[in-house]
Nanobody, 118 residues
Framework: QVQLVESGGGLVQPGGSLRLSCAAS????????MGWYRQAPGKQRELVAA???????NYLDSVKGRFTISRDPAKNTVYLQMNSLKSDDTAVYYC????????????WGQGTQVTVSS
C-alpha cells in the first residue's frame, strides 16, 4: 500500500506561482510513475504532468513551459512547480503513483485545491 499526501495548494492571483508537494510513504520512485492530475468542477480528471522511474517527463499541452514536475528521492517527494498561473488552472490537484507493469496498481492522494483568481 502506497500513501500519498499532497500539500501546497491555495489561492493565487493570475500570473502567480505555487509549488505542490506530494510525500510518498516509501521509496517508490524507482518503481512507480508519478503523476499530477487535476479535476475542475464539471470536468473530467486530466493528467497534468508525469515523471517515469527513468526520469522522463510529459506534460499536458496547456501547461508546457509553465509547469515543471520533479522529484527528490531522498525525501520521497514529488513536486509540481506551477508558474504563470491562469484561471483555467483552477482545480483540485491529485498526486498519483502508477505501477508501469501492473494495470490497476495505482494510488491517489487526497487532493489539494488550487484557485487562481484576482
Amino acid at each position: 500500500q502506497v500513501q500519498l499526501v499532497e500539500s501546497g495548494g491555495g489561492l493565487v492571483q493570475p500570473g502567480g506561482s505555487l509549488r505542490l508537494s506530494c510525500a510518498a510513504s516509501g521509496s517508490i520512485f524507482s518503481i512507480y510513475t508519478m503523476g499530477w492530475y487535476r479535476q475542475a468542477p464539471g470536468k473530467q480528471r486530466e493528467l497534468v504532468a508525469a515523471i517515469t522511474r527513468g526520469g522522463s517527463t510529459n506534460y499536458l499541452d496547456s501547461v508546457k513551459g509553465r509547469f515543471t514536475i520533479s522529484r527528490d528521492p531522498a525525501k520521497n517527494t514529488v513536486y509540481l512547480q506551477m508558474n504563470s498561473l491562469k484561471s483555467d488552472d483552477t482545480a483540485v490537484y491529485y498526486c498519483n503513483a502508477d505501477h508501469p507493469s501492473y494495470s490497476g496498481l495505482t494510488f491517489w492522494g487526497q487532493g489539494t485545491q488550487v484557485t487562481v483568481s484576482s
